[in-house]
């Protein structure tokens, strides 16, 4: 059974950092796709960064040049490390990872930032 579990949300302040974590059971390292999407009340799921084949990462206008996505091969984990955070981006946080047989999503991670 495939398992994408997140974890590192949590509270933090406007101009705060937090750093996501995605483990997976997957292994990333032949994945076609891996990546962070999130889901604020109200909204539709959008995507915030993710890493497809050949290493070419791709970022929301709205986090660019705050968050980074990266991936650590040995663990299967792929991360998400968000600086200067904003109300705006209080969401839930999932990380997604599409390989050949299919596309997987996380529970999800909360995300919520003070203002």
């Known amino acids: 059974q495939v398992r994408l579990v997140e974890s590192g949300g949590g509270l933090a302040q406007a101009g705060g950092s937090l750093r996501l974590s995605c483990t997976t059971n997957v292994n990333i390292f032949g994945a076609n796709l891996v990546g962070w999407y999130r889901q604020a009340p109200g909204k539709q799921r959008d995507m915030v960064a993710h890493?497809?084949?050949?290493?070419?990462?791709t970022y929301a206008d709205s986090v660019e040049g705050r968050f980074t996505i990266s991936r650590d091969y040995a663990n299967n984990t792929v991360y998400l490390q968000m600086n200067a955070l904003s109300a705006e981006d209080t969401a839930v946080y999932y990380c997604?990872?599409?390989?050949?047989?299919?596309?997987?999503w996380g529970q999800g991670t909360q995300v919520t930032v003070s203002s």
């Open positions: 890493i497809t084949t050949g290493g070419r990462t």
């Open positions: 997604r990872v599409v390989n050949t047989w299919g596309g997987y």
